[in-house]
């Protein structure tokens, strides 16, 4: 029971996550929370599952990637702009052009960047955690 | 632009090729030095070239300039050609040393490439005209420098001799670093162009000034610096003659020229240099008429002809601006044939002391010829270009005073007497049977000997180009006449009186060393600055370990270790704050984050008493998690969501590590728990922390960046400022920890994974 509610609650933390991603240059929320909610997702799956099945919910096999990746995205964000000429972190659209918006999100670099902080902190959240709980058995404590 | 891509571009082909095909390493090394040494040789004019400005470092005044000047052109020609013989030798030298050591012979190829980059860093230097961007070259070289002296890796003495190079020599850059930030914060400027500017020049402070100079003189070893430079000689002996005799050494008392214009408005600088340069003649003299080693008796020589060039820098004037670069090239070429030379007999007989050579001119004819012209150079004796230094050098010292004059024969009697010690005791004396060195190894010798001959009987073609480089230094137009002044006055008298002390210094050399050599090792031994620095490094280590000790005891001493510093100076700040006490008033509206900081203070304060470890994991995770509210409740929604889910991840974290520790160790740890002042020293940090905040948070300041923040989001297209913080304003900072973080996890990952293998 408790895993299959478990297993119920990831998709709506990632979720969550998605939401404070894209909400973030809105209102409260960033790409470091985003990324700490869905990984505090993925690490409810490990409390809750057995180590194995857990493991494979969350992609736990793909955290070196997801930490990889994260840091190339917003890197290629930061730094893509010195191949124009233009100071590092330069964001686009920039200060004197408009916005598209889909709703609360905005179609904006920075948010890109974000995706990537998100996508590192997830990594290195279940990477971290996938390494500490194997061993663990409830009665140790 | 171009010449410097071509430049850059023969060097990196010569690496290239070393690599595929090491038995052309040296050779396809000493063509690019060649086409360099042309490229640059054709570039020269009496104007200065730029070659690139591109902004580098805009906030502190730096930009990346480099250019062709009649200062620096003519040292890149020199730095080049002596590396197409010191290449030529390389080719002949190595593949028997590397045989020596034990290594393979491809090994060549790392050793052309390290010599190539230093060329390169060294010609960076020489066309850097920025303080900043001489800095990046300066270290460049030292790099170079160390890697080359450790190219024999496996003798200790090598590894030793490097570290000793490298902490001098890159200890002193931070000094000249300290010197050109400094010049930067006083004038907005590191660009050269723009400091020589008068008014500019006058914003610079004596010190800054102090620190650029100190930070070479360590480079060019002089005293009390010098003991890294004989150390270095356990290097192979193409490092030696390249950069120990001609470049690196050199590359300080080039910069201190390029800077000399710093100097005029600090004379004491100017008065304490020229002591200094007397100071490393006579130490390096001394030295070099005791030492028993060839390539020893050379660094000390070194140590007291960078006297010279310092000295003639010191004393200023026509004839010491265009001594001081002239002397660059003239001593180079000399001590460069006369290290090759060494190195040729090292090689050839496998002797490398005076003690246990001599009477090799008959065995050797030819090289004993050519580094007797190379000596005869160092000594500055006529027909050579030698004898054109140090009459520059004399007549410089007379323009200034009698005394100066008088050091200045007593430096040239010595140097003939060691100079006369060093070519007899090799190949004077009763005759002894040896092997031939090869081609290889004599001919650079003589190449540079020849050069050393052809610049004393045709000194005309570089009067112009010294003369240049001298109106460079100076800011005016010098004119000094480059050839032999024969008729009568105080330059001839002094000269031939310093000839004549040296002859008979030179004659009595063997009975002047024997005499000399224990009262002079038992001063280096009681004052020596390897002495004194190692006498200084052992108390440091003494006072490191009880430290050391101190500090690792338990966590809590080493978090102590960390806070007890901080609060000390952040107390002394508050109190020293011309606002003390003020902090903003408290108000009705404070009082629920209050009452949240409150609950922080309690929990934190019940951390500090001995818990089981699952309760103290838990009540950490209460400090965090009321922080978070305070947060909340100070309006800073943001901050409060991450630090409750940073909570909430790490208290499961501590949890987690927690159950993989056996439970008698914890049980053990608690037992050794000590109950000690922590809550009394917690409280005191804690009420200082307390003020400091208040003070800063209650009261912001329209200057505050906090607030220019908030104005700059709305442009950011951001509502949420802390993201526009993070993800813009910051981004590069975000970048970096990001990275920061991603390094961390795959390092410990790695470690985990040896673990477990």
Known sequence: MTDMVARALFPFTLLTGLALLARGYADVGDGFSAGAVAGLGAVLQYIAQDFERARRYVGAHLAPAFLAGGLLVSLVVVLAPLAWDLPPVTHFPRPDQPVVTLGVLELHTAVLFDV??????YGAIVGTFDRLFPPLKGDEL | MITLLFLTGFVLAAIVIGFIRPSLAAASAAIAALAAAGLAGASWTAQTIILIDRAWLPSLGSRFVLAFDPLGTPLIVFVTGVA?????????????????????????????????AFMLAMTLLILAQDLLVMFVALELTALASFLLIRFDRRKVAARRAALTALVVTGSSSLLFLSGALLVSAQTGTTVLTELMDDRAAADISPVAVACLILGVIGKSAQAPLHFWLPKAMIAPTPVSAYLHSATLVAAGVFVLQRLRFLLESAPPVLDGLLWLAFLSIGV???????????????????????????????????????????????????????FMAAGAVTTTTG???????????????????????????????????????????IQAALDRDAVTAGLAAAAVALTIAYSWRFWFGIFGGPRRDAPRPTVGLTAPVVGLAALVLLGGLWPAPLEPVFTQAGSWIAREAVSVQLGYHLELGPLLWVTLGAWGAGAMLALGSNRLSALLRAPVSRLSKWLGPAALAQRIAAGGVVLSQRLHRLEVRDMRDRIAAILIPTGAFVLLGLLVHPDWPAVGRFGMDDVPAAAALALVAVAAFAVT???????????????????????????????????????????LLFLAVLAHIRRPILEEARRRMRRDHGPVAGTIAGCIAAITAWQALSMPRPEDEAIAHIALSEQAHAKDVVTAILADFRGLDTAGELTVLVVAMFGAAAIMWGRRA
């Open chain 2, 609 to 651: 008493r001995p818990l089981k470890h699952l309760s103290f994991v838990l009540m950490l995770s209460f400090v965090g998690f009321s922080l978070s509210l305070a947060f909340a409740l100070f309006f800073a929604p943001n901050v409060a969501l991450v630090l409750a889910l940073i909570e909430t991840a790490f208290t």
């Open chain 2, 84 to 116: 197409v013989t010191v290449f030529a030798f390389t080719a002949a030298y190595m593949p028997r040393h590397l045989e020596e050591e034990q290594r393979e012979a491809r090994a060549i190829a790392q050793f052309v490439a390290l010599l190539l």
């Open chain 2, 284 to 338: 390096g003299a001394l030295l070099a008429l005791v030492t028993d080693e060839f390539k020893r008796i050379l660094a000390y020589s070194t140590v007291a002809q960078y006297g010279y060039a310092v000295a003639l820098v010191a004393i200023g004037g026509s004839h010491g601006a265009v001594g001081a670069p002239f002397f660059l090239v003239a001593h180079g070429l000399a001590k460069c044939a006369l």
């Open chain 1, 116 to 121: 990537g902080v998100a996508l590192a902190v």
């Open chain 2, 351 to 393: 002797e490398d002391r005076l003690s246990r050579s001599g009477g090799l001119a008959r065995a050797m004819p030819l090289l004993a010829g050519a580094s007797a012209v190379a000596a005869a150079g160092l000594a500055g004796l006529p027909l050579t270009i030698g004898y054109l230094k140090d009459d520059l050098f």
